[in-house]
């Protein structure tokens, strides 16, 4: 018995000792995974930075491509490259061009739905630690895309202002570079895409001097379902709500943004070395490179005319055109403008049988006149076009009757102000009163128009008119239609039709059928010599194991 608890005991303390080797071996075990996962933690922390690291030199490039875009309108030359140093890692990037100039359509963002002409960069960054072996590449392909300026039905570089009386119905993307500031008397009826670098509000721009009117403004939201952006409670939702993200978000579907959402600025390449109003001011013997008085191929400077010969030398060809009625001179009165207009009028009849019809589209006009004479442009007989036709003016420039409504060609207008005159308006009457200025029963306009106006609340000015009255009025047109297709874009301040805004003895309102004109979208259709505007879209981001460039870089 005494040998058997002997031998007892001598297995327990076996198995005491086993259990505890297993012990030690699964602590060991045990020690040994924590090391690993802590070298592993390490390691891919390490990876993760180098990561961003590799992130930092792409940004880097975007960075300095994009600002070289904003600032020239060109791609900086040469691309860029060079190395960055962060902590613990150096960066290596470079940017290539990576394909051709090509027509894109874009289906992101506030631009989906817009096309121009694109060419892609790709950016290779590579991190690599200097004190590991660890090494991570990116690659960020971008496109810098130019979009015709006419494909928006609206465009204002400055603050835009929408408050019509009778009822107004906008359809195509509306966008403003500043403020957009919406309301209506009797109603106002938004599309499509609305979209504001500043705030969007309900109301009027502080010093305007207007009442509020009490008309409803709705904006369809992705569905094609009009939302009121009058809340049940009474109030609106705009850029003022605390929420106005979140609750803009769920009741357009994003078809309502500004700044709060992110949109930019749409930078404008229409001018290479100053404003945008150098297109249309004078070539100065060539020291404004962005006049279109270099890009016509008929140009009338002080009512002589200069017609470009194939070999682009200029050849005087006034007494022709005087003598065929293509261009006369003609002087009736501005009430708004508070003057007496000197305009060269151009006959679009009698200019379409000339032999001095433009090859490349363009006219250009300047005139300058004595005194507190306003020269201008005016267009008559112009319901049917020859072809596609843009008409440049340094002045102000006024369409007489029908414009292109017959047999529609793609046309523009690019001027200091623009003004709409019906097909009743008779300059003798020009300084009568205002039941003496009636329009007619309908006036037809097909064309797109870029053109300067007033500033609401500075130099002394109180509400512009609004993009009601972008278009100018010099008649009594209640109950009377203007129909209008085609795009609107105010980029600068009128420097020669400055008369504030006046409503009731200068004009009264039209019934607007006014649309935008969808043959736009098609690049075929474009006036010519649209401008662009330019942006920049960053299109795919990748990881990669190496860091070659894409096929096609250069």
Sequence with gaps: MRGLIRNERGFVIITCLAILLMLGIIGAAAVMKSADDVAISGSQVRDVNALYAAESGAELAYTYFRNSIDSTNYPPNPLPSGTLAMENYNVTYRMAQFDTTKQTNMTQGMYRGLYGLGNQYDVISTAVSSSTPITNTISLRMEKVLVPLFQFAVFYEPDMEIHPGPFMKLNGRVHANGNLWLGSHNGLDIESFLSAAGTIRHGRKPGSGQTLGTGSVRIKDNDGTYQDMKNPDGTWL????????????????????????????????????????????SSGGGSNPDSYELKAGLKIINGTAYFRQPDNTWTDVTAAMIADGSISNKTFYDGREQKNVSALE?????????????????VYTSQTVGGVTQPATR???????????TVVSENPLYTKGDYNSVAKKPAAVICDAFNVLSNNWDDTKSTLGINDRVASNTTTINLSFITGNTTTGEDGQAYNGGLENLPRFLENWTGKTLTFRGSMVDLWE?????????????????????????????????????????IVVKKQWAQLNAAPLAAGGQ
Excluded at 244 to 266: A, F, M, T
Excluded at 379 to 389: E, F, H, I, P
């Design 494 to 534: 009128s420097q020669q039709a400055d008369g504030a805004w006046t409503y009731g003895s200068v004009y009264t309102a039209p019934n607007r059928d006014w649309g935008f004109d969808t043959d736009l979208l098609d690049p075929n259709k474009l006036p010519p010599g649209t401008p662009m505007v330019n």
């Design 379 to 389: 267009l008559v007989n112009g319901s049917t076009l020859k072809a596609g036709l």
């Design 238 to 281: 705009d850029n003022a709500d605390a929420e106005w993200v979140d609750e803009s978000l769920e009741r357009w579907d994003g078809q309502v943004q500004d700044k709060d959402h992110g949109i930019n600025e749409l930078y404008l390449p229409v001018s290479v070395s100053g404003e945008p109003i150098d297109l249309i001011n």
């Design 346 to 362: 151009i006959d679009i009849s009698k200019l379409n049988a000339s032999a001095y019809w433009p090859t490349n589209g363009m």
